[in-house]
């Protein structure tokens, strides 16, 4: 049984990092595929695996659309999968390299498994394009690997058989105890950052560039100029945010602006936080394994489980109502809330269910 993994972006390869080590520790004949959809970011976190692809598709070019992202993977993809043979190929997430590979591979008759299936926010334009990604995907899988119950119920609800759906527990929560058990994060934190108990924020949603980022900066803003709480950032490579963040962050002195920075280190910046604001998927996952608040700045979830469970809120995008929901986020008590996203031992789970 021969298995393709895909990935091109920063999140895709923390989360299929933990399928990609386990396939090699089991002995199962695995080949590690890049599109390298964000060149910079993916190879930063593939240093940090130490992963090496057996294939590069080296595609992103400046300003690239979704379709020529989509046609590129496919063309490529549809090459490899002719010269492999591959049986499986496993797919991550939502993003564009996942839903033009999981296209390729069901043209080709090789089984999609997708990693993190059944998301659903609802709006087919929020996010996007990742709830159409999702759901093409989805589609055309083999097998899905709901990360919870909530994302199997999703599944269910839209007809797919039961046979097809297997509960995992996401592998995000693998990758960061791998990391956590591997390496010293405090040491990591003083590394870069002097300062504990901060406000930590990431944004970069497509849905989110221009005004209501603008907003979303001032909400946090207020705040941490009331409480006296520095804000720390790791600020996205896309322009498009950046032309945002600068202007309201870059000469406020209790801001803390840093370069996106290595899976290690803003690990162990979610540890030193005091709470988050953040609009990505993959560090909603996260914080609850930390003990974490997160402010969600989006008027759509996907991870219902996040605010089930206690530790965060679904925060808008207006200043007064991301500003709000962090004065009450940094007073809720974390203690003997459970983690909704698993154990750490989805990687496994998932192998397991094709073997
Ligand atoms: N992350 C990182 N360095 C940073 C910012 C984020 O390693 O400077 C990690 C973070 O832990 C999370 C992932 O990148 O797992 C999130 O990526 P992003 O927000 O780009 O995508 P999303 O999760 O929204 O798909």
Same mark, same amino acid.
């Given at each position: ?37 964000? %060149? ?7 240093? #940090? ?47 564009? &390299? ?7 591979? !069901?043209?080709?008759?090789?089984? #999609? ?8 926010? *609802?709006?087919?334009?929020?996010? !996007?394009?990742?709830?159409?990604? %999702? ?23 839209? *007809? ?28 990591? %934190? ?8 901060? #406000? =930590? ?18 909400? $946090?803003?207020?705040?941490? =100029? @009331? ?38 280190? !803003? ?18 996952? @996260?914080?609850?394994? !930390?003990?974490?608040?997160? #402010?969600?700045?989006?008027? &759509?979830?996907?991870?219902? @489980?996040? $605010?089930?469970? *206690? ?23 974390? &203690? ?18 094709? $073997?």
């Amino acid at each position: 049984m021969k298995i393709g993994i895909i990935f091109g972006t920063r999140p895709e390869v923390i989360k299929v990092a933990p399928v990609y080590m386990k396939a090699l520790e089991m002995g199962l004949e695995v080949r590690a595929i890049a599109t390298a959809q964000h %060149r910079q970011m993916m190879d930063m976190m593939l240093k #940090v695996f130490n992963i090496t692809p057996d294939y590069d598709m080296n595609i992103m070019t400046q300003n690239q659309s979704l379709n020529t992202v989509a046609a590129k993977v496919i063309t490529y993809l549809d090459e490899y999968i002719t010269k492999e043979k591959f049986d499986w190929i496993f797919v991550q997430g939502d993003t564009t &390299t996942a839903m033009a590979s999981a296209i390729a591979a !069901f043209h080709r008759g090789a089984k #999609v498994g997708h990693i993190e299936a059944g998301l659903r926010s *609802g709006d087919l334009y929020d996010p !996007f394009p990742e709830e159409m990604n %999702r759901q093409v995907i989805d589609r055309v899988a083999e097998l899905m690997f709901a990360p919870t119950e909530i994302s199997a119920y999703n599944l269910e609800s839209e *007809g797919f058989s039961k046979e097809r759906i297997k509960i995992t527990g996401n592998t995000v929560v693998d990758a960061l105890n791998f990391i956590s058990e591997k390496f010293d994060l405090d040491k990591a %934190r003083e590394k870069v950052i002097d300062v504990r108990d901060y #406000v =930590l924020v990431t944004l970069h949603r497509r849905e989110n560039w221009g005004t209501k980022m603008a907003a979303i900066l001032e909400g $946090i803003k207020r705040f941490s =100029l @009331e409480y006296n709480i520095p804000i720390v950032f790791p600020v996205h490579l896309n322009p498009k945010v950046r032309e945002v963040v600068n202007p309201i962050l870059k000469e406020y002195k209790n801001a803390i602006l840093l370069e996106p920075v290595d899976y290690i280190t !803003f690990l162990s910046l979610l540890k030193g936080a005091k709470i988050v604001a953040s609009d990505s998927g993959g560090v909603q996952e @996260e914080a609850p394994s !930390f003990s974490k608040y997160v #402010v969600v700045c989006r008027n &759509t979830t996907e991870r219902p @489980e996040l $605010i089930q469970s *206690g530790f965060g809120t679904l925060a808008g995008t207006t200043a007064e109502s991301v500003y709000k929901a962090l004065v009450n986020g940094v007073s809720v008590n974390l &203690t003997n809330l459970k983690n909704p996203f698993g154990d750490g031992n989805a990687a496994g789970k998932i192998l397991n269910a094709i $073997i």
